[in-house]
């Protein structure tokens, strides 16, 4: 669901909403934070922090963007007036909802303008992987001009099987992408999609995830982060993957059992692996992860395109003057 722009609301007193930074460089959207601007008066944690007593009550939403601020329950105590958290992007393992419910505080999040960004990405990393072209950029640039693509060899993507662990709205994008590429598409997900979708993207369902593993040539996560998610992916799962498979993680990183990848990588248990995630983001610089050629790393920009972010804005601008004029909430995260 697409959410259009509201008008911009006049006036002086506008509602605040807390932001984590807005200069340096974990500053929020440079360019896209006017669309909060126009709407609500933006008070950073750094503001909140030197006068809590004064600003605590102005505070109505708290932006949320890659997890920060951090919300706990001290944070909740300074804020008496917030009736809502926004957080830009799918994934809510970074809230504590059952800590926000008993403050009373609505959640919204973003699902709509992350889907086909995230997809997209998927795909870049899966063809990546495949065809080789980290490595085959180094050697176009490398002086070593005499072994210039000679014996040169990726894997073919048309015809092979990618299996799909999560079938949210970015499994099915990334479905819907690989059919155009003639891959087989198997995935896994808590519950089956229905006939119609599957037969649409041509997916076939995997009850067991280790169905999917020993089957597929691409396994794609494209889950979310929850206690029941956390390293689903360890050595067992690793090791019932064929030997030329790629892993490629566009959820969270500790959907995975980094060390196990890592063993699993150098040992050539599976083939590659091309993740837009890991645990620590980013990875200590000396990580041995870093020294792979296997491996494809991107620093978690699946959703980082200009019209992905400039509809997430609009969308959470419309989730907080919903929650504050008492209308329902576009995109609003129900406790389940
Ligand atoms: O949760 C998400 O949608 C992404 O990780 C944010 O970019």
Redesign the pocket.
Known sequence: MHCPPTKAMGGQDLPGVLVSALEGPTAVFEGHVGDLQKHFRLITVQEFMGNKTQLGPKIHAVYI??GKPAIDRELLQGLPALKIVA???????HLDLKLLASFGVKVA???C??TGP?ADMGMALLLAAARRVLEGHQLAISPDTENFSINWMGQEVTGATLGIVGMGR?GYKVAQRARAFEMKILYHNRKRRKLEEEEVVGATYCERLDDLLQQSDFVMLAL?LTPQTRGLIGRRELRLMKPTAMLIN???GLLVDQDALLEALQTEIIKAAAL??TYPEPLPRDHPLLKLKNITLTP?????THQGRQQMMESLVESIRACLDGLPIPNEVLLK
């Not at 978690?300 to 980082?304: F, Q, R, T, V």
């Open positions: 963007w890659g957080s830009g992007g799918a994934g809510l393992d999040n973003t699902p303008a992350v995230t970015i979310s566009i959820g969270r837009d995630v978690h920009i699946g959703s980082a």
